[in-house]
């Protein structure tokens, strides 16, 4: 467990690959982590479509099922509909916490490389790019364009953290689950917060 409660902003968009960000929904709130979650309109498609997880567009049951789903604890979770424009992350006053995409859609990755502040997602991006604050962007797409690799070029000169969904295989995975730990065990590495779902290299030697 962490020694305070931190706060992380975690953004789930509409790229395959929504394992991933509810697997580290979990791992935070296991550590007693406050988080912050704005799930995107296409990424409740994309939850209902990979996962046995539907929300519902309110923020209010969305929140119900992701507690229910995470094992999180009364105020642990709070979940911003797509337009809160009053939530923390959406201002450089509010709390100084990282921000993790995780899926982030190409779409995504271009409105922040760009600048564009059309919904909660994009703001709190854009807060976190002008504020300098901790940025963790996690493609999922196959293959790359022009268009993507250059987004990811001009924000990682930005400050953030690309770290596209592609796991490694040095750790032996046995399971499609394996495959999510590793991606997100870096995840939780970047965060600065303790992880033993993967050994690090030359810990198994």
Not at 81 to 87: I, Q, Y
Not at 89 to 97: D, F, M, N, R
Not at 107 to 122: D, F, Q, V, Y
Request: glycine residues 8%.
């Amino acid at each position: 467990m962490v020694a305070e409660p931190r706060t992380v902003n975690l953004a789930l968009t509409g790229a395959s690959g929504a394992q991933y960000g509810l697997r580290l929904l979990q791992c935070l709130v296991a550590q007693g982590c406050r988080v912050n979650v704005m799930v995107s309109k296409a990424a409740r498609v994309v939850l209902a479509t990979e996962t046995e997880l539907q929300l519902p567009g309110s923020a209010s049951g969305a929140l119900a099922k992701l507690q229910a789903w995470s094992g999180a604890d009364d105020g642990q979770l709070k979940v911003f509909s797509h337009e809160d424009w009053f939530a923390p992350p959406a201002s450089g006053s509010g709390e100084k916490s990282p921000l993790v995409i995780c899926p982030c859609s190409t779409g995504t990755l271009s409105a922040l490389a760009t600048g564009a502040s059309n919904n909660l997602i994009e703001r709190a991006g854009d807060v976190a790019l002008k504020e300098r604050r901790q940025l963790i962007l996690v493609p999922r797409e196959a293959p790359y364009s022009e268009v993507h690799l250059e987004n990811m070029l001009r924000l990682t000169r930005m400050g953030a953290v690309i770290m596209p969904a592609s796991p490694g295989f040095y750790h032996n995975p046995s399971s499609v689950d394996d495959l999510v730990d590793f991606i997100v065990a870096r995840l939780l590495d970047h965060l600065g917060l303790p992880q033993t779902l993967v050994p690090r290299w030359g810990e198994g030697r």
